[in-house]
C-alpha cells in the first residue's frame, strides 16, 4: 500500500475526486481483490471521516474472512510454486494499514498534508468528509 501512496498518488487524489463528485448515494470502490488499494481508500475516507486509526484497521481486517472464496479460486489457478509467492500478500493484518498510515504521517505529517500536495484541496477534503457523513435515505 506504500507503493502505491508512492507511486500513484495521482490515482489516489482521482478515485477521492470520483467520489467526491458522483451522485448522491452509495459508492462502490473495488479493486482486483478488494483489499489493498481499495483499503487504502477506505482508509483514507475513513481518516477524512474522523474515525479513529483502531476503527480503521479494525475495519481494513474485516476484509479477510470476505476474501476467502477469492484467494481460494485464485490458488486454484496457480501453480504451487507461484501460489506460495503470492500466500503472503494474502493476509489482512491491521498492522498493515496502520504502518501505511503511519508512513502518510512520517513523510508528509498527516493524509490530510499528501492529500493536499498532490491536488486534493482543503475544501475538498473536508467537502468529502461531509459526503461521508451524510446518511442514504431508505430505499
Known amino acids: ?42 482508509a483514507l475516507c475513513s481518516e477524512l ?19 476467502t472464496a477469492f484467494y481460494a479460486g485464485m490458488q486454484a489457478r496457480h501453480t504451487p510454486e507461484r501460489w506460495a509467492k503470492l500466500a503472503p500478500l494474502v493476509p489482512t493484518h491491521p498492522g498493515d494499514i496502520l504502518r ?6 512520517r513523510a508528509w505529517g498527516s493524509p490530510r498534508a499528501y492529500l493536499s500536495a498532490h491536488g486534493l484541496t482543503e475544501a475538498e477534503q473536508d467537502a468529502l468528509a461531509r459526503r461521508l457523513h451524510t446518511p442514504v435515505p431508505p430505499t
Do not use: E, F
Not at 467520489?19 to 481508500?41: E, M, N, Q, S, Y
Open 100 to 105: 501505511t498510515l503511519d508512513n502518510l504521517d
Open 49 to 67: 471521516a474522523g474515525q479513529s486509526r483502531d476503527q480503521i484497521a479494525a475495519d481494513y481486517a474485516a476484509s479477510g474472512p470476505q476474501l
Open 1 to 42: 500500500m506504500t507503493a502505491t501512496l508512492d507511486h500513484a498518488p495521482d490515482q489516489i487524489v482521482t478515485v477521492l475526486g470520483a467520489i467526491l463528485d458522483a451522485p448522491p448515494g452509495p459508492v462502490l470502490i473495488h479493486c482486483h481483490a478488494g483489499k489493498d488499494r481499495t483499503g487504502l481508500i477506505a
